[in-house]
């Protein structure tokens, strides 16, 4: 009995990504208009020249759309990647490296003033993992309970280009300078965190009385 094989065509192939990338081209330019609270398939196949039938092939449902945007913003904003923090030590690093990327794109000014629920979901999807290593980073370090979840808070609200931004657009801080700032901010919070678990380990430790 012979079993047929799929001819694989590389330039279909090609073809259809990109198809796949003009629609989520035309995804994204929908949540560029300010209270944009709703994805439109029709629109997106309108301006992508295609029929609404390809959008659904390629995306049947807003789960699939919302999904496949948080990639495509990723592959946009981060090209090379998104390399979590590895520890405490690491989460300068990491917070450079996502704001020089960031505030590379003016996507990102238009989604920070965005306040749909779709790029909502989509931020969400995009960055739980990312906070989970911030969480984790921080809570290694061994501080007091309510002095980790003071820094937590703290980290967690500059990880997102809604903390760049506003420091270019509101004070005038040129772009340049500004993930160098929010890194050294962070060097700032973990070594106060630091010093609290080493005087908290210190408290902690059995006083030995000499005879």
Request: aromatic share 6%.
């Given at each position: 009995m012979s079993t047929s094989r799929r001819y694989v065509s590389p330039k279909r192939e090609a073809q259809a990504q990109a198809t796949r990338e003009?629609?989520?081209?035309?995804?994204?330019?929908?949540?560029?208009?300010?209270?944009?609270?709703?994805?439109?398939?029709?629109?997106?196949?309108?301006r992508a020249g295609v029929?609404?039938?390809?959008?659904?092939?390629?995306?049947?449902?807003?789960?699939?759309q919302v999904l496949a945007l948080g990639e495509w913003f990723d592959r946009r904003f981060y090209p090379s990647g998104v390399t979590l923090a590895s520890g405490p030590d690491d989460l300068p690093r990491y917070f450079?490296?996502?704001h020089q990327n960031a505030l590379q794109s003016p996507i990102t000014r238009l989604l920070v003033q965005h306040r749909g629920t779709v790029w909502k979901?989509?931020?969400?999807?995009?960055?739980?993992?990312?906070?989970?290593?911030i969480r984790s980073a921080l809570k290694a370090i061994g501080a007091p309970?309510?002095?980790?979840?003071?820094?937590?808070a703290m980290l967690l609200s500059l990880s997102g280009a809604d903390a760049s931004w506003p420091m270019h657009d509101l004070y005038g801080l040129p772009l340049q300078r500004i993930p160098d700032v929010i890194a050294n901010t962070v060097t700032l919070i973990v070594d106060q965190l630091k010093a609290q678990a080493a005087s908290s380990s210190s408290a902690r430790r059995?006083?030995?009385?000499?005879?």
């Amino acid at each position: 009995m012979s079993t047929s094989r799929r001819y694989v065509s590389p330039k279909r192939e090609a073809q259809a990504q990109a198809t796949r990338e003009a629609i989520l081209e035309a995804f994204a330019a929908q949540l560029e208009t300010p209270g944009r609270d709703a994805l439109s398939p029709s629109e997106a196949a309108a301006r992508a020249g295609v029929s609404l039938r390809t959008v659904h092939l390629h995306f049947a449902n807003l789960e699939n759309q919302v999904l496949a945007l948080g990639e495509w913003f990723d592959r946009r904003f981060y090209p090379s990647g998104v390399t979590l923090a590895s520890g405490p030590d690491d989460l300068p690093r990491y917070f450079r490296d996502i704001h020089q990327n960031a505030l590379q794109s003016p996507i990102t000014r238009l989604l920070v003033q965005h306040r749909g629920t779709v790029w909502k979901e989509i931020r969400h999807r995009r960055r739980t993992q990312r906070l989970e290593a911030i969480r984790s980073a921080l809570k290694a370090i061994g501080a007091p309970r309510q002095a980790t979840e003071d820094a937590t808070a703290m980290l967690l609200s500059l990880s997102g280009a809604d903390a760049s931004w506003p420091m270019h657009d509101l004070y005038g801080l040129p772009l340049q300078r500004i993930p160098d700032v929010i890194a050294n901010t962070v060097t700032l919070i973990v070594d106060q965190l630091k010093a609290q678990a080493a005087s908290s380990s210190s408290a902690r430790r059995p006083t030995v009385r000499r005879r």
